[in-house]
């Protein structure tokens, strides 16, 4: 299966800076790669799909990047809901597979 | 709205069963396929099972294979988790999820419920 590695482990920034959290798989997996947002107590949210698609009724300021390997999500300007757990995840190959998590802190 | 609500977990001794349910809402549910991803308390998500549209396509995750079985029913707008032999590590928060794309077994997850909790312990 498809191993999914995020980075950093944890993200410490202020609001209105600008967040940037890594996926990296083990093999590629094309364009095929979602973004999820998860805060405590809650579902995850689709944010990203198919790398660089943004979800229904996602802001703007979320945007992605990356095919093949490497990944990048993107947070523009963060605002204080945004602080939260963030998931990869792969649908290239069966079965599907997510990230162990990027937590975004406030600084 | 999309509504997709989870119910039949519990406390559970290992090697026992339980069968989890999904109650949909919102959108034409027959047109999509369908989820379960679970969350280990404190841990991150692992996809367990998906369900197309019309019950032709089946897939699970090698965790569960041969212990789970996926099925749907879309009279009822409802979506199944039949779990047998379960073990301590299948203590999860289970999520039923909806594919994004009407009749393509995606898997992406548009909707999520708020889970159910499966605790297996003795």
């Known amino acids: 299966e498809i191993v999914l590695t995020q980075s950093p482990a944890t993200l410490s920034l202020s609001p209105g800076e600008r967040a940037t959290l890594s996926c990296r798989a083990s093999q590629s997996v094309s364009s095929y790669l979602a973004w999820y947002q998860q805060k405590p107590g809650q579902a995850p949210r689709l944010l990203i799909y198919d790398a660089s698609n943004r979800a229904t009724g996602i802001p703007a300021r979320f945007s992605g990047s990356g095919s093949g390997t490497d990944f990048t999500l993107t947070i523009s300007s963060l605002e204080p809901e945004d602080f939260a757990v963030y998931y990869c995840q792969q649908r290239s190959n069966w079965p599907a597979t997510f990230g162990q998590g990027t937590k975004l802190e406030i600084k | 709205e999309v509504q997709l609500v989870e119910s039949g977990g519990g406390l559970v001794q290992p090697g026992r069963s339980l069968r989890l349910s999904c109650a949909a809402s919102?959108?034409?549910?027959?047109?999509?396929?369908m989820h379960w991803v679970r969350q280990a308390p404190g841990k991150g998500l692992e996809w367990v099972s998906g369900?197309?549209?019309?019950?032709?396509?089946?897939g699970y995750a090698d965790s569960v294979k041969g212990r789970f079985t996926i099925s749907r029913d879309n009279a009822k707008n409802s979506l199944y988790l039949q779990m047998n032999s379960l073990r301590a590590e299948d203590t999860a928060l289970y999520y039923c999820?909806?594919?994004?794309?009407?009749?393509?077994?995606?898997?992406?997850?548009?909707?999520w419920g708020q889970g159910t909790l499966v605790t297996v312990s003795s």
């Open positions: 369900i197309s549209w019309n019950s032709g396509s089946i």
């Open positions: 919102g959108f034409t549910f027959d047109d999509y396929a």
């Open positions: 999820a909806k594919a994004p794309t009407p009749q393509q077994l995606v898997l992406y997850f548009d909707y």
